[in-house]
């Protein structure tokens, strides 16, 4: 496989979706396979961009599981360590049409013990695009180093470095999460806050205190996630709004992840982030209507018509 222009560095999961049962009471689940990180590379790759993911995974079903997922979906696994000792992280999703409902089961897992010492800094060196996220940086120490070493690699190489916030309270503490994030910006060209984010760490919705706090380092971007109302973008230049497309949510996971991949795909084909958002907002639209994070994100074909 060739050298991907987009990799992401994170920890890609099996997810346990409920497809039937009330909470609290017996529940039927289908295994999928997921994680913020490979979310974005599925959503990259089905636009057509070449990706590889930097990760561990267990020598388990599981980590089987997800190297045979990314091998169907031409996402590069070179850069995958197997783990002997650590197993492979699951996640369990309660569907929702408007939030999050994430119980995880990672503890100790392969990829939190991932660090700097494993990176394949050439692998990072040779992209157009890392990609990194605050779940990343939060599911361990060691972990939390080799993304600040992967951005910084990226940084010398002059590979762009893309930040999904991603701030999961279940993961740190709020406090963590502030000084960690505050401390990256700098290293970031394009942030992606979304507004139920900025209103934990800032105590604020307003997009414009949003926009201001993320862009205070001069990043390429910041696009603001807003859900259902669509993205704001902001460069050097100018803001713009992108609407999102209606459609009949069924389960929001990954939807913010699925735009951010497909916003890096086809800002590397366009050149223009601002067109590369408004293509991107019908990707995470479409992946809201079905079950899972990666199950409904759809390739370029199926959203072409959609965004003329």
Known sequence: MKQPDIVA????????????GEPGGPATY???VGGDALNALVAAARQGASTGLISSVGNDPFGSQILAFCRNEAISTEAVMIADRHPTGLCFIHPDPKDRHFFYAR???????????????????????????????????????????AAEVAKSHHTLVSYDLNIRPKLWSLEDAKACVDGFLPLADI???SDDEAQRLLGTCDPEAILTFFGRFNPLAVILKRGAEGVIVRTSDEDITVRAPSVDAIDSSGAGDSFAGACLAYFLET??????????????????????????????????????
Not at 9 to 20: A, D, I, W, Y
Not at 276 to 304: D, K, N, Y
């Open 9 to 20: 560095l994170g920890e890609p999961l099996v997810e346990m979706v409920r497809t039937s």
């Open 107 to 149: 503890q100790g897992s392969a990829a939190s013990h991932f660090g700097p010492e494993n990176l394949p800094e050439q692998t990072i060196a040779k992209a157009k695009v890392l990609h990194v996220t605050g779940v990343s940086q939060a599911i361990s120490q060691c972990m939390r180093e080799a993304v600040r070493r």
């Open 271 to 308: 050149g223009s982030i601002t067109e590369a958002a408004r293509l991107a907002v019908h990707v995470a639209a479409a992946t809201v209507t079905g079950h899972g994070a990666t199950g409904a994100i759809p390739t370029r074909e199926m959203i072409e018509p959609l965004q003329r």
């Open 30 to 32: 289908s295994s999928d």
């Open 191 to 193: 942030v992606l806050p």
